[in-house]
């Protein structure tokens, strides 16, 4: 797995992870190369043509802010093509055999377009059990720059002003405050139980952690959630 400063202190605990990576080829926008870093590039999935983002630019894309996270979730991301993506989503299966191969897994992890797989990933596992009469293996989902779930039953993605709570298990969401797409961060944040879900903003924009005292913080309150649902 890439490390990352937060991996490298959980695995001092003796967390282990299990890095998935995405299976079609997504090369970044045209002028968002160093952000990306260096090739190859993955996608879990093509729901958002990199064209569409090189044709309007990246930036009208995620400075259409509505009067709820919802809404911006909707004036954000092409909802249509959301739809149909997600209700022929043949990634899903493959992530669900992986749960089923290698598992129990007892948390889930993903930052911005990984955040969305994860918590599909999460939202799919919890259906499933429960309509088993089972637990769900997943006791903890953690979210850095998350993204709304997708619903691979119906089509589309899951917002609470539609859906409701979709998850009452322990959730950290961890965002940044001068992010430009953090309410579609709080849009996740909304489906979750109140009482159980932990916001962690590191100030910053889309990106992941590496500050070193932001991520001895980060991994202080990590540790609380772990030890209290392991």
């Known amino acids: 797995m890439p490390k990352v400063p937060i991996v490298d202190n959980l695995e001092q605990d003796g967390v282990e992870f299990r890095f998935v990576q995405g299976k079609h080829p997504a090369p970044p ?29 990246i930036s009208q894309h995620i400075e259409q802010i509505g009067d709820t996270p919802e809404d911006t979730v909707r004036n954000v991301l092409p909802m249509d093509l959301i739809y149909t993506a997600s209700k022929n989503w043949e990634d899903v299966d493959w992530l669900n055999e992986i749960l089923e191969t290698e598992g129990p897994f007892q948390a889930v992890l993903g930052f911005s377009h ?17 309509a088993q009469g089972l637990p769900s293996m997943f006791k903890l989902g953690i979210f850095f720059g ?3 779930p997708y619903n ?22 961890i965002i940044g405050s001068a ?6 961060s ?6 979750c139980d109140s009482n159980k879900a932990r916001i962690f903003d590191h100030g910053r924009g889309h990106q992941l952690v590496w500050k070193k005292t932001v991520v ?11 030890h209290a649902v392991m």
């Open 152 to 173: 691979v039953v119906d089509g589309g993605m899951f917002l609470a002003d539609v859906d409701g709570i979709k998850f009452n298990l322990p959730t950290l969401h």
């Open 186 to 191: 709080l849009a996740l944040y909304n489906l």
């Open 114 to 130: 990984g955040a969305s797989v994860a918590a599909t990933l999460l939202e799919n596992e919890v259906r499933r059990t429960q």
């Open 29 to 57: 926008p045209r002028g968002y190369t160093e952000y990306f870093g260096p090739p190859p590039h993955f996608s879990f999935h093509t729901a958002v043509p990199i064209e569409d983002l090189e044709r309007d630019g």
């Open 179 to 184: 992010d430009p797409m953090v309410d579609l």
């Open 216 to 226: 001895q913080d980060l991994c202080k309150v990590l540790r609380e959630m772990i």
């Open 146 to 148: 998350g993204v709304p």
